[in-house]
Nanobody
Framework: VQLVESGGGSAQSGGSLRLSCISS????????MGWFRQVPGEGREGIAA???????FYSDSVKGRFTISEDHAKNTLYLQMNDLRSEDTAMYYC????????????????????WGQGIQVTVSS
């Protein structure tokens, strides 16, 4: 299993970015996939997830601004980030697991067994 994030970088407050997570060694449609972020000195925060039935989950911090989606033909996970804010500045990680979580576990980092290397997103005001 390999996960590789791309699409990070810098954006202005109110702007947009789209993160991609190209996956290999497994089929994204059969796994639960998630996006997490972390700032230095803080724990990893779950922000979005999509399970094998296509059900999506979002943290309150990004709900209505970020959208998680999959392209099964490309075996790729996406995170469309709109209306970016300075507090969205973080290292972003995609993650996957073979199990189907209860919704209460869908954004818990400890549930996910496979992780990408992370990519930086910086939002300036």
């Amino acid at each position: 299993v390999q996960l590789v994030e791309s699409g990070g970088g810098s954006a202005q407050s109110g702007g947009s970015l789209r993160l991609s997570c190209i996956s290999s060694g497994f089929t994204v449609s059969t796994y639960v996939m998630g996006w997490f972020r972390q700032v230095p000195g803080e724990g990893r925060e779950g922000i979005a997830a999509i399970d094998s039935d296509g059900v999506t989950f979002y943290s309150d911090s990004v709900k209505g601004r970020f959208t998680i989606s999959e392209d099964h033909a490309k075996n790729t996970l996406y995170l469309q980030m709109n209306d970016l804010r300075s507090e969205d500045t973080a290292m972003y990680y995609c993650a996957a697991d073979t199990r189907k979580p209860h919704k209460s576990w869908s954004l818990v980092p400890g549930f996910f067994g496979y992780w990408g290397q992370g990519i930086q997103v910086t939002v300036s005001s």
